[in-house]
């Protein structure tokens, strides 16, 4: 099991950036898929980018081409690169981390992303 604790969160204007981190404590990090969702008041937590033990990432159709996740294995760190940010970004971040073999799921508490003028 790992424990997630997010940061990098805060309010910024549109077309601005943002980084957001993931620190994981715990061990095997490595085989952990990692994994950035997000929740804006009133609306279902929907997946933002995803980098898999494979190495391999997704995105969804509303950030390609403005966010990047990375990781960093020797650090048990997860980021999410914001770019290009809208209003319609603004919601709670939070990390996650499921078990390649169990399946078993871990949250961070969020970030919250602010994207206003």
């Known amino acids: 099991q790992v424990q997630l604790v997010e940061s990098g969160g805060g309010l910024v204007q549109p077309g601005g950036s943002l980084r957001l981190s993931c620190a994981a404590s715990?061990?095997?990090?490595?085989?952990?898929?990692m994994g950035w969702y997000r929740q804006a008041p009133g609306k279902q937590r929907e997946l933002v980018a995803i980098?898999?033990?494979?190495?391999?990432?997704g995105y969804a159709d509303s950030v390609k081409g403005r966010f990047t996740i990375s990781r960093d294995n020797a650090q048990n760190t997860v980021y999410l690169e914001m770019n290009s940010l809208k209003p319609e970004d603004t919601a709670v971040y939070y990390c996650?981390?499921?078990?390649?073999?169990?399946?078993?799921?871990?949250w961070g508490q969020g970030t919250q992303v602010t994207v206003s003028s």
């Open positions: 996650n981390a499921r078990h390649v073999i169990t399946t078993r799921e871990n």
């Open positions: 715990g061990s095997f990090f490595s085989i952990y898929t």
């Open positions: 980098f898999t033990s494979a190495g391999a990432t």
